[in-house]
């Protein structure tokens, strides 16, 4: 006879049990695994007097005082860019001026009042607001700003605002349009400043920084080098200007105006004034020796007065020799291919009173060869007002000797 756990009955039996333990064990270890953390067991334990003591394992209540928060720790400077402008850029300011400016008035016949009436023309404003912005920076703690003149030109009121957010009114305590430089005061004390470097060794393809507030784009910040010095006026287009300029690579847009131009030290090298329409990576700067000399001279007087001789030029070329020449209509007749051709003298103007002529051909000032039309003005910029200069020149072909005593551009203006 067979056994009977060997039937097929007693098999299928053992393995449904099988079956079941194994989806019982599953069961307990799903639940085991998935069920709620433990509460805290309580553990009992006899006294010394034998009755039943219940010990708990739980843990200790927080702390209800709130932790501080911990203070963030200041950044680090990754190079000296962020350096430079950590440390001086609180000293930039941006610059709002509202100016009033009168309308033309137009000459078509429908803007004549008698017209309107008729016709129901509206009248139309003849004064209307303009809102301009530019930058600046700090000159001292007690709350002079040097910025542009043409940022503040004509300007009814002046706004200065600080990095910090700190806005102030500013009052203009004077501007020279001749340097475009002008000097903005608040009532303010403790203020960040910046320093000055000397503008007069400056390099080409030494570093340059500008610090300003461009199309309205507070605190930007721009890097380059400086891509050559002594930039003529006239070169750039500025011929009314009295300035060599500073010429860089960093962007400078509208807006910059005012800002300053920095070296690696965090030293202003110029202030950011002009640019060249449609030009890309030429922007220009009037030099820190400049702007300083100006800024002090506003400030102690108000104005500043630029030595003058009174006499239109040009540079002297073969080809301005020919055209001139040439010309029955010029009144000029030039013998010389080099010098400084004086093309007229202004009336009453101190060279008058000294006996220049148009037509003559300005050689040298104060023993020092002159070759451009830009040495003689800067010549005359670096002396003072009633200072005397020996001119040597040229006149139908002898040369002669003349002594020129300055006077003030400003006083022959009015």
Do not use: C
Request: proline letters at 7%; glycine letters at 10%.
């Amino acid at each position: 006879m067979s056994q009977p756990s060997s039937s097929p009955q007693f098999r299928a039996l053992a393995y449904l049990a099988v079956f079941l333990l194994g989806g019982g064990v599953a069961w307990v270890a799903k639940d085991t695994l998935t069920s709620s953390p433990p509460v805290a067991q309580t553990n009992t334990a006899e006294s010394n007097s034998g009755a039943i003591v219940s010990t708990a394992n739980t843990e200790t209540p927080p702390d209800p005082t709130p932790t501080p928060p911990e203070t963030a720790a200041p950044l680090t400077p990754t190079n000296f860019v962020t350096d430079v402008v950590n440390r001086v850029g609180p000293a930039v300011v941006r610059i709002d001026a509202e100016r009033t400016v009168t309308s033309p008035q137009g000459l078509t016949p429908f803007e004549d009042p008698f017209f309107r009436q008729f016709f129901g023309v509206p009248q139309m404003p003849q004064e209307r607001v303009q809102r301009g912005s530019g930058s600046g920076f700090v000159l001292n703690a007690d709350g002079h700003i040097v910025t542009n003149a043409h940022v503040v030109e004509g300007a009814d009121t002046v706004t200065v605002t600080l990095k910090d957010g700190r806005s102030f009114d500013g009052r203009v305590i004077g501007s020279d349009p001749i340097t475009d430089v002008a000097v903005v005061k608040i009532d303010a004390d403790n203020l960040p400043t910046l320093k000055f470097a000397d503008s007069d060794n400056l390099q080409p393809g030494e570093w340059a920084i500008a610090i300003g507030n461009p199309l309205g784009l507070d605190n930007t910040v721009t890097t380059g080098i400086i891509s050559a010095t002594g930039r003529s006026s006239s070169e750039i287009g500025v011929p009314d200007k009295r300035v060599e300029f500073i010429q860089t690579d960093a962007a400078i847009n509208p807006g910059n105006s005012g800002g300053p131009l920095l070296n690696q030290n965090g030293e202003a090298i110029g202030m950011n004034t002009a640019i060249i329409q449609n030009a890309q990576g030429l922007g220009f700067a009037i030099p820190a020796n400049t702007v300083s000399r100006i800024a002090e001279e506003l400030i102690a007087t108000g104005r500043v007065r630029h030595p003058y001789l009174g006499i239109q030029m040009v540079t002297l070329t073969p080809e301005i020799k020919n055209n001139l020449n040439r010309n029955p209509n010029s009144g000029l007749t030039v013998e010389e291919d080099e010098g400084i051709l004086i093309v007229r003298v202004m009336a009453n103007s101190p060279a008058a009173e000294a006996g220049l002529r148009a037509g003559d051909v300005l050689l040298s000032i104060d023993g020092k060869t002159v070759t451009t039309a830009d040495e003689v003005q800067q010549a005359v910029a670096d002396v003072d007002v009633g200072q005397t200069l020996r001119l040597e020149l040229k006149r139908n072909g002898e040369t002669l000797t003349l002594e020129v005593r300055t006077g003030a551009l400003n006083d022959a203006q009015r």
